[in-house]
């Protein structure tokens, strides 16, 4: 099983500053990662998907990069919408897995 | 629009056995599969399993091999998921979520969720 692991765990930061995301797997996934945004009391949220596509709706300040074993979420300008929490998913192989998450809370 | 709507709370008893079902409109049932995913009281995010809307054939996470099974009825586009033997640590709000496209596995929309509490 792939192991996706998430930093930092927490992430405190102002309105419209940026933020940064890691997610590194245990073995290589190729392209095949997303990141979700998570907000108390919602359901889950697609954000990106293949590492670096947005997903229909998503605003071009949120993006997505990397390949093989290390990506990354950068958020260039945070809105008050954006503090959440945030896992990466990896369908490179069976079982896909999820991150442990990151919080993006207000400083 | 996609829209997945599912059942509404259950509470059970460890040992016993959940049903939750998901609703799913908006586009061709069989054109992509559904996942679910679940979230436990302050844990993350835990992929429990996939199923093909067109043909029913699933795939598990490893630690719900045998307490969990997926199905499918494409008569009424809902597709379902039963755990059995619950446990206390099985507490969780459960999604599904729609295959964003065939082949893709990225779950996108996503359900409301449903509580499953177990309780002595």
């Known amino acids: 099983e792939i192991v996706l692991t998430q930093s930092p765990a927490t992430l405190s930061l102002s309105p419209g500053e940026r933020a940064t995301l890691s997610c590194r797997a245990s073995q290589s996934v190729g392209h095949y990662l997303a990141w979700y945004q998570h907000r108390p009391g919602l359901a889950p949220r697609l954000l990106i998907y293949?590492?670096?596509t947005r997903a229909s709706g998503i605003p071009p300040r949120i993006s997505g990069s990397g390949s093989g074993a290390d990506f990354t979420l950068t958020i260039s300008s945070l809105e008050p919408e954006d503090f959440a929490v945030y896992y990466c998913l990896q369908r490179g192989n069976w079982p896909h897995t999820f991150g442990g998450g990151t919080k993006v809370e207000i400083k | 629009q996609i829209q997945l709507v599912q059942s509404g709370p259950e509470v059970k008893k460890p040992g016993a056995s959940v049903k939750v079902a998901c609703k799913a409109s908006?586009?061709?049932?069989?054109?992509?599969?559904i996942m679910w995913v679940r979230k436990a009281p302050g844990q993350g995010l835990e992929w429990v399993g996939w199923i093909s809307s067109s043909n029913g054939h699933s795939n598990q996470a490893p630690k719900f091999q045998g307490r969990v099974i997926l199905t499918r009825d494409t008569a009424s586009t809902t597709a379902f998921m039963e755990l059995r033997d619950l446990r206390f640590d099985d507490t969780a709000v459960y999604y599904c979520a729609r295959e964003r496209a065939a082949g893709t596995f990225w779950p996108d929309p996503w359900g409301q969720g449903t509580l499953v509490t177990v309780s002595s």
């Open positions: 908006g586009y061709t049932f069989t054109s992509s599969g």
């Open positions: 293949d590492a670096s």
